[in-house]
């Protein structure tokens, strides 16, 4: 990957709630995951 895409422009969006969870906006980078198991165990 080149360094291009770090430099990319990140377009305006309206902050949404969900839940406890603010989606867009300013808001930080939220990832979900269905798993559940220890993600560390690698033998799982």
Known sequence: MNGDAAAAMR??????RVGAV??????????????????ADVDA
């Open 22 to 39: 603010t989606i867009g906006g300013d808001g930080p980078i939220v990832v979900q995951s269905m798993t559940n198991t220890d993600t």
């Open 11 to 16: 377009r305006p969006t309206v902050a949404v």
